[in-house]
T-cell receptor
Framework: GAVVSQHPSRVICKSGTSVKIECRSL??????MFWYRQFPKKSLMLMAT?????????EQGVEKDKFLINHASLTLSTLTVTSAHPEDSSFYICSARDPRGGENSPLHFGNGTRLTVT | EDQVTQSPEALRLQEGESSSLNCSYT??????LFWYRQDPGKGPEFLFT???AGEEKEKERLKATLTKKESFLHITAPKPEDSATYLCAVAPFGNEKLTFGTGTRLTIIP
């Protein structure tokens, strides 16, 4: 069964509005979660690392004011796309590692959120 | 900089026709190489982790192998339900971040 739950699976919003995406770890606590973005026929690109209780770490070229990340608890991270524009339309996927599997435990991914900005 | 290149980009096979997918990589000290399966509109589903050259892992019709430069995902007698995009990723020592390839889109024709 799924170990990482992501919601919503699809969202359509108007340009200029903000959208929040939730990522939950099921059955385990995750001090770190990862947010990826995927374009058609492209590889998954890491956007940021979400850290429970502290600021997120953003990859080079990712606007922290555009993509707000909050990791308020050990099972929940949220990504808010602020003032969305059509170029933000994409497939956003979160992931987390079950710490009980040790340092080599694989990343488990949510089912993604398809964002369409009109 | 870590790099992952997957080939072919797309592969169409008849049901039962075995083949292999390739993942070439460069990484500053390999902690692990990961294979994932991704269905359309879904997140990647974990398949295998390989840690050192010579290692092999199997799951149903899939077998993953690893050398110092590349990994292969062998698929034996595939079925239509094996159709998906297969992603390869590497992680270096001391870093939780994964670098992904662009995937191989596999289609199995009944």
């Amino acid at each position: 069964g799924a170990v990482v739950s992501q919601h919503p699976s699809r969202v359509i919003c108007k340009s200029g509005t903000s959208v929040k995406i939730e990522c939950r770890s099921l059955d385990f606590q995750a001090t770190t979660m990862f947010w990826y973005r995927q374009f058609p026929k492209k590889s998954l690109m890491l956007m940021a690392t979400s850290n429970e209780g502290s600021k997120a770490t953003y990859e080079q070229g990712v606007e922290k004011d555009k993509f707000l990340i909050n990791h308020a608890s050990l099972t929940l991270s949220t990504l808010t796309v602020t003032s969305a524009h059509p170029e933000d339309s994409s497939f956003y996927i979160c992931s987390a590692r079950d710490p009980r599997g040790g340092e080599n435990s694989p990343l488990h991914f949510g089912n993604g959120t398809r964002l369409t900005v009109t | 900089e870590d790099q992952v290149t997957q080939s072919p980009e797309a592969l169409r096979l008849q049901e039962g026709e075995s083949s292999s997918l390739n993942c070439s990589y460069t990484v500053s000290g390999l902690r692990g190489l990961f294979w994932y399966r991704q269905d359309p509109g879904k997140g990647p589903e974990f398949l295998f982790t390989l840690y050192s050259a010579g290692e092999e892992k199997e799951k149903e019709r899939l077998k993953a192998t690893l050398t110092k430069k590349e990994s292969f995902l062998h698929i034996t007698a595939p079925k239509p339900e094996d159709s998906a995009t297969y992603l390869c990723a590497v992680a270096p020592f001391g870093n939780e971040k994964l670098t992904f390839g662009t995937g191989t889109r596999l289609t199995i024709i009944p």
